[in-house]
């Protein structure tokens, strides 16, 4: 019997259902999601020539899928890279980029407001590889030089700073790291290229928590990379190795999260700035950090690197410090208390039991981060529903 006319068996065809491609003369308008492990090849030469990267088309999952294509050319366009790499989350990014351009010995200076989980990744396990890492005071000019070593390699830096909102002056840091031949890697997470492209101020690599204002809904998990191409493709090597490339879902809803990106941070930086300026005449608010208020101490700096808008996260001391903070939290109806930030909704957190529990207390003073601290993600509500429920959460505090 012919085996192209032979009738196939149910349980053949029922493994089969679906599996043929669809011949189509058009393209979809919103991308697909590529939810197949891997790719199928009609021969081996087929095969060779998508595996070498001469023909296009994708191979396994841990190799990236279209999905991935899609969301780390946006992501490059919008850095103004070459190229980017995504990762199964922003820790994830940045183990592949440290991994992947350093070697035992190698020093790397850090800017001390680092996030938490930065900062426990180099003294964790990068310092167990004999990679060491100096954190720095970047409000002292002369910090960089004081903690440079021979073999420095990188500088790490953050835009905005956690929780305390400084504003790192990218031009002039790039600038003196680059005398001296080192690498500059910016954490983009708080600003997003849409209110600050580092690599145009002189940065190298540029990554994100793509978890935060990327997705921005609190759904996916996620981080990307973005330089140079021989840099990036020493990272995706790594990514690749490590197995730590994300899920095309979790892809896919950062790339939908991109095309709502700039309303959703013109609204967060309005309301922010709106919400700043009720909270510095607050009596019981004893200071505000919001880079675009005119009492932020870099104001001028923020004006300069910050055309469209200051972005949506502050913070705010209260007046009654500890007690008063904990009672604001309860209090807050509308604005949920969650140790994350960059969704949608305002959300509210504490630092100092949260993203900076684990430091010690006089480095917490010097940081500025007193027990009275709250730290706001502002969202893109109707600012009226938050001063109102800020106010009502304010009122008569401990
Ligand atoms: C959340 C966050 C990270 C880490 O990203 P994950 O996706 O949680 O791994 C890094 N930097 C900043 C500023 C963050 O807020």
């Given amino acids: 019997m012919n085996a192209a006319s032979r009738p ?32 199928r090849f009609e021969s081996l030469e087929q095969f060779e020539a998508i595996y070498t990267g001469q023909a296009p088309g994708y191979f396994y999952y841990r190799y990236g899928t279209p999905n991935h294509a899609l969301f780390e050319s946006a992501v490059a366009d919008l850095e103004g890279a070459e190229a980017a790499v995504a990762a ?27 996030y938490g ?30 903690a440079s070593r021979p073999r420095t390699r990188l500088l790490l830096l953050e835009t905005l700073t956690n929780p305390t909102l400084r504003v790192t002056d990218l031009p002039a840091l790039s600038r003196a790291a680059h005398e001296r ?7 983009n997470t708080f600003t997003t290229p849409y209110l600050m492209q580092p ?18 809904q609190s759904q996916a998990m996620g981080g990307v990379i973005a330089g140079a191409q021989a840099l990036v493709a020493r990272i995706r090597a790594c990514v690749t190795r490590l197995g730590v490339a994300p899920g095309p879902f979790d892809v896919w809803l950062a790339l939908q999260g991109l095309s709502t990106l700039a309303l959703r941070l013109e609204r967060a ?14 009596p019981a608010v004893a200071q505000v950090h919001y880079p675009g208020l005119p009492s932020h101490p870099q104001h001028a700096l923020a004006r300069q690197l910050y055309p469209h808008g200051y972005g ?20 807050l109806q509308l604005i949920a ?15 100092p039991a949260t993203s900076h529990r684990h430091v010690p207390a006089e480095l917490l003073a010097a940081m500025g981060i007193r027990p009275g601290l709250v730290r706001l993600s502002v969202g893109i509500e109707a600012v009226e529903d938050l001063l109102a429920d800020l106010d009502q959460a304010l009122r008569a505090l401990p």
């Fill in 8 to 39: 196939r068996a149910p349980a053949t065809r029922l493994a089969h259902a679906g599996r043929q491609a669809i011949p189509l003369t058009n393209a979809p308008l919103a991308p697909p999601l590529y939810q197949s492990a891997v790719g």
């Fill in 88 to 114: 199964s989350s922003g820790m994830a990014a940045l183990a592949a980029t440290l991994l992947a351009l350093l070697t035992p010995g190698d020093h790397v200076l850090v800017d001390r407001y680092v």
């Fill in 117 to 146: 989980g930065t900062y426990a990744l180099l003294t964790g396990e990068l310092a167990r590889q004999g990679i060491e890492a100096s954190f720095v005071d970047l409000d002292d000019p002369a910090a960089l030089a004081r």
């Fill in 181 to 187: 031949g080192w690498l500059v890697c910016v954490d």
């Fill in 199 to 216: 690599i145009a101020h002189g940065a190298d690599l540029v990554w994100h928590s793509a978890s935060k204002y990327f997705a921005g």
């Fill in 269 to 282: 930086s309005q309301n922010a700035l709106e919400i700043a300026r009720y909270l510095a005449q607050h």
């Fill in 312 to 331: 949506g996260m502050l913070a705010f001391e209260l007046a009654g410090g500890k007690e008063a903070a904990l009672a604001f939290l309860k209090r």
């Fill in 337 to 351: 208390f969650v140790p994350s930030l960059a969704d949608v909704t305002t959300t509210v957190s504490y630092p």
